[in-house]
């Protein structure tokens, strides 16, 4: 099996009601089960805890807001748990999974446990980390999606920035990740845990906790606690203004070195940003006293205390220092969708 290969038909985008989802969700003993004839075990290697409570993957769907209408990316599978919950909404939905034995095995869970679902429902055998808007045409249409996944615990962030980053169309999430994850991904500036996570997820949208999960609910348990995050994108209307109750919109031309700033200032987060990025150039230019001047900021403030705003307009100063010294006029800001 290739890296791409879909690995079901392509889906129906016929919507379709629940209770045209007839089919039931998986216990503890289903997943052994499958498990065992499909001779997988959980591996560390892709982050594999199983969720074999029902009434969990149904807290997830819900908290997620998914019903018939909703289009799901889910990340990370697995023996098929939260998939069922997602489909017996009459979603339609397409799962992204890195390993292919687990990958190969879900459509036929599908077909097993809710037959009538197999239409709207696809999978590919892809690292999410690699994953492009080419590997998921559906998801690159202009129409807006949503993730819903319990995410490997040691590459949760670095998929949910990834994927935000590549999928404009992704407006909303809700997932599953180990509790201090979600804890950074959730923090305000100034405090202990607040970092480079919560800053560059504070680019996109707004996040927050939507509850804690138990360990009891997963097999193999796992040696810690988890949570749920929900997100909701930042969406700016067609003349650049903003939507969002006075959140900035943001302009796309400044993410990378709004996002260059922020791990420079986190790399070395106990010294002040004079000290932190002092010696690093950016656009071509360092951040001087001038740069902080422009943007507002002081200087002996560390990186820990800074609001993404700050940091876009300590990104948009040092844009416009480099145009001066390059000798070009800045572009118009271009709100970010």
């Known amino acids: ?65 998914v019903d018939a209408t909703t289009h799901v990316l889910e990340v990370g599978p697995g023996l098929g748990s939260l998939t069922l919950a997602i489909l017996e909404t009459g979603a339609r939905m397409t799962a992204v999974e890195i390993d292919p034995p687990v990958a190969e095995r879900l459509p036929h869970t599908i077909a097993e446990y809710m037959p009538d679902a197999a239409g709207r429902f696809a999978v590919i055998n892809r690292d999410a980390l690699q994953v492009t808007p080419t590997d998921l045409p559906d998801f690159d249409d202009g129409t807006p999606f949503t993730l819903v996944a319990n995410l490997p615990y040691n590459v949760a962030t670095p998929i949910i920035l990834t994927l935000l980053e590549r999928f404009a169309d992704l407006q909303a999430f809700t997932v599953m990740v180990q509790k201090e994850v979600a804890d950074r991904l959730v923090a305000v500036p100034g405090s202990k845990i607040y970092g480079a996570p919560s800053v560059k997820l504070a680019w996109y949208g707004r996040s927050e906790r939507a509850g804690n999960i138990g360990r009891h609910v997963f097999w193999p348990a796992p040696n810690v606690d988890s949570a749920l995050v929900s997100f909701t994108r930042y969406a700016a209307d067609g003349d650049g203004n903003d939507n969002n109750n006075g959140a900035a919109a943001r302009d796309p031309q400044l993410r990378e070195t709004t996002f260059a700033l922020i791990d420079a200032a986190f790399s070395q987060r106990r010294k002040t940003l004079h000290a932190a990025l002092k010696h690093t150039s950016f656009d071509g230019v360092t951040c001087g006293d001038d740069v902080f001047a422009a943007a507002g900021i002081d200087p002996t403030r560390r990186g820990e205390t800074l609001t993404i705003d700050e940091f876009v307009a300590l990104a948009r100063a040092v844009r416009e220092a480099a145009a001066t010294t390059h000798g070009d006029e800045p572009q118009e800001a271009q709100a970010d969708a």
């Open 1 to 65: 099996m290739t890296d791409n290969t879909a690995i079901t038909n392509e889906m129906d985008a016929t919507t379709v009601s629940p209770a045209e989802s007839a089919g039931r969700l998986l216990g503890a003993a289903d997943i052994r089960a499958i498990a065992a004839q499909a001779g997988i075990s959980p591996t560390k290697k892709f982050g594999q805890n199983f969720v074999i409570d029902p009434g969990t993957v149904r807290r997830i769907v819900r908290a997620a807001g």
